[in-house]
């Protein structure tokens, strides 16, 4: 029988040199991270990131993230502040990007930053993705491995289901272990959290021993388009299904266990929650069903994250 996925590799030294030679080349992978998967492209090439914006049909003006080793390595492209390091300091590696002013002479392609003066920029933690920016001598440029306003993906297969054989390489780094996209905070006025993620901002709010701004950003960011990160089925918050043919998406222990309940955390723990989100709404559109109807879950720490991408599935 032919394989399928004879796209997706295992990592090891071939993999791993093979993956380096083909980025170097301005090819786009599909890699695993902490948080989900992306599609990575050299940062500083106009050929590469157009090839991600392509691959994903993604709206020009929505920025991408910038992902490097280290905070040596970045600080050739962006300005760094007192609050970037302070977070820098106990945070990173991990699932956190950061907005900064970019740097004059930053070799960063205007089109991976639609043309802002600023860059969104991340260090992730996943030994592949670490392993492989280790050999570059660029950042790599990596959105979530979705068609633009679906759901990110958790593992290797996902990545498959969304791009087949138009990518030439993905690396199988098994199951993202937090599962939702990193908390965006912007750093270049006063801190505010762009996109909720597991790292919550009372988090951050202790770290920087400060209040977090609620205004409005001044700064776009685009990305937070209202519908994002969809199923392709409808979603409704707060109801519960009246017919079998819809799936519940429950959170906690006081839910049966009927054939279309999905429970995102029978102990009610809101990060395993958090990593079960995507993945169980993958299940529910795979298994056919034709709406989705989520209960309530808890609206602080993680929960803030799964409730943002929830309304926006809704939407
Ligand atoms: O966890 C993650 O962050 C994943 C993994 C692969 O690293 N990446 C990811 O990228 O979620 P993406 O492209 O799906 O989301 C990037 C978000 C978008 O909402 C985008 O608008 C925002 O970051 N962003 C990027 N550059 C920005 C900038 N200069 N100013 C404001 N927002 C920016
Ligand atoms: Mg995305």
Not at 242 to 258: M, P, Q, R, T
């Amino acid at each position: 029988m032919k394989n399928i996925y004879s796209n997706i590799y295992t990592f090891n030294k071939k993999t791993l040199k093979k993956t380096i030679k083909y980025l170097i080349h301005n090819n786009i992978v599909g890699l695993p991270t902490e948080t989900v998967y992306g599609l990575a492209g050299n940062a500083y090439s106009i050929k590469a990131v157009k090839k991600i914006f392509r691959l994903k049909s993604r709206p020009k003006r929505n920025p991408l993230i910038v992902h490097y080793k280290n905070m040596e390595i970045a600080e050739r492209d962006v300005i760094f502040n007192e609050n970037f390091f302070k977070l820098y300091r106990k945070l990173c590696p991990g699932p956190i990007t950061f907005i900064l002013n970019k740097k004059d002479g930053s070799k960063i392609s205007a089109l991976a930053t639609a043309n802002l003066n600023t860059v969104a920029i991340r260090f992730p933690s996943h030994k592949v993705v670490r392993s492989i920016l280790k050999f570059l001598n660029f950042p790599l440029a990596m959105p979530s491995a979705n068609l633009s306003s679906g759901l990110s993906p958790t593992n290797a297969f996902d990545v498959y289901e969304e791009f087949k054989k138009k990518l030439k390489i993905i690396i199988n780094g098994g199951n993202s272990r937090i599962g939702i996209e990193s908390t965006v905070v912007d750093l270049t006025n006063e801190p505010k959290i762009l996109r909720p993620g597991i790292i919550s901002s009372s988090d951050i709010r202790k770290i920087l021993n400060s209040k977090l701004s609620k205004k409005r950003s001044n700064i776009k960011s685009p990305g937070m388009l209202k519908k994002h990160y969809s199923p392709g089925i409808p979603v409704v918050i707060g109801k519960k299904p009246k017919s079998i043919s819809h799936a519940y998406i429950v959170f906690g222990k006081n839910f049966k266990d009927l054939k279309n309940y999905f429970n995102l955390s029978k102990k009610a723990d809101l990060k395993e929650a958090a990593s079960n989100l995507y993945k169980i709404m993958r299940k529910i559109k795979k298994k056919g069903y034709k709406k989705i109807y989520v209960s309530s879950i808890p609206n602080y720490g993680p929960g803030i994250a799964i409730n943002d991408r929830l309304l926006r599935a809704s939407k």
